[in-house]
């Protein structure tokens, strides 16, 4: 793959916040509590201050939205999205399912995504139109799977598809799948990149939680969408990730 610019500065921001997530890691952090609810640490909030410092340095005229300082007022072409630590609840309880999450728009398009979940020693990334890779090295492509009784599909928490009165829909997946999992936040999307599940499902998140991993997903040839089958946007709330080959069949499973 031949790193862009962007790439090679956001790959650089994602490994120096690595640093500080590791640094904090089992170490009896305080949890806050931000006004929807969710926890937030000290770890979440240096590792977005040190990515949002190396990206101005080099692009002093970028954009920003962040999960934990929100969006910047630039009016630019380019617009990195930041999700500082990915599974914020299990970091907060030392179980090593999270991860670092950087993208790119160009004005309305995602042009790179970095994934890096450093204790599962997974650091992956796509640039659009150059396919996704592991730990630099290694090209990933999701599976061939064409059957929904051969799927391994991962859901997200069952209380918001309750809330979408669609938890009856998930059930008869369950029913007809081979297998049906849940590894949660970005674990989950990067499996389905690697080809390892088939499927994701999930009927809350924001766009800091999908973007990079639609970048990776979609250049190792898979499919994301909305879960009623839509491009997603930053105001998009739900997403349904898969190999490509299942997804209209799953969007039918959810109509």
Same mark, same amino acid.
């Not at 179980?95 to 992956?124: C, H, R, Y």
């Not at 739900?238 to 190999?243: C, F, P, V």
């Given at each position: 793959?031949?790193?862009?610019?962007? *790439?090679?500065?956001?790959?650089?921001? #994602?490994?120096?916040?690595?640093?500080?997530?590791?640094?904090?890691?089992?170490?009896?952090?305080?949890?806050?509590?931000?006004? @929807?609810?969710?926890?937030?640490?000290?770890?979440?909030?240096?590792?977005?201050?040190?990515?949002?410092?190396?990206?101005?340095?080099?692009?002093?005229?970028?954009?920003?939205?962040?999960?934990?300082?929100?969006? /910047?007022?630039?009016?630019?072409?380019?617009?990195?999205?930041?999700?500082?630590?990915?599974?914020?609840?299990?970091?907060?309880?030392?179980?090593?399912?999270?991860?670092?999450?950087?993208?790119?728009?160009?004005?309305?398009?995602?042009?790179? +995504?970095?994934?890096?979940?450093? $204790?599962?020693?997974?650091? #992956?990334?796509?640039?659009? +139109?150059? =396919?996704?890779?592991?730990?630099?090295?290694?090209?990933?492509?999701?599976?061939?799977?064409?059957?929904?009784?051969?799927?391994?599909?991962?859901?997200?928490?069952?209380?918001?598809?309750?809330?979408?009165?669609? *938890?009856?829909?998930? #059930?008869?997946?369950?029913?007809?799948?081979?297998?049906?999992?849940?590894?949660?936040?970005?674990?989950?999307?990067?499996?389905?990149?690697? +080809?390892?599940?088939?499927?994701?499902?999930?009927?809350? $998140?924001? !766009?800091? @939680?999908?973007?990079? #991993?639609?970048? !990776?997903?979609?250049?190792? =040839? =898979?499919?994301?969408?909305?879960?009623?089958?839509?491009?997603?946007?930053?105001?998009?709330? /739900?997403?349904?990730?898969?190999?490509? !080959?299942?997804?209209?069949?799953?969007? @039918?499973?959810?109509?």
């Amino acid at each position: 793959m031949d790193k862009s610019k962007f *790439l090679l500065t956001g790959i650089e921001a #994602v490994k120096e916040a690595q640093k500080i997530v590791l640094k904090y890691f089992d170490t009896n952090l305080n949890i806050d509590t931000k006004k @929807d609810g969710s926890p937030v640490t000290i770890a979440d909030r240096e590792s977005e201050q040190i990515i949002r410092k190396i990206i101005t340095s080099a692009f002093p005229d970028h954009g920003f939205i962040g999960e934990e300082y929100g969006d /910047s007022q630039k009016k630019s072409k380019y617009t990195w999205v930041i999700d500082p630590i990915d599974g914020t609840k299990n970091y907060s309880r030392n179980i090593p399912l999270f991860a670092t999450e950087l993208a790119l728009f160009e004005d309305e398009e995602l042009i790179l +995504g970095i994934s890096n979940a450093p $204790l599962l020693k997974k650091f #992956v990334y796509a640039q659009k +139109g150059q =396919g996704a890779y592991l730990n630099e090295t290694q090209k990933i492509q999701v599976s061939k799977v064409d059957k929904i009784k051969n799927a391994y599909i991962s859901i997200g928490s069952l209380k918001y598809f309750k809330k979408l009165e669609i *938890l009856n829909k998930l #059930v008869k997946i369950n029913e007809d799948c081979a297998g049906m999992k849940g590894f949660g936040d970005t674990w989950s999307y990067q499996f389905v990149a690697e +080809g390892k599940l088939d499927a994701i499902i999930e009927a809350k $998140l924001k !766009i800091w @939680d999908i973007a990079a #991993v639609l970048v !990776i997903i979609q250049e190792a =040839g =898979g499919k994301v969408t909305d879960i009623d089958g839509n491009k997603i946007t930053t105001k998009s709330t /739900s997403a349904l990730a898969s190999n490509g !080959i299942l997804h209209k069949l799953l969007l @039918d499973y959810l109509a």
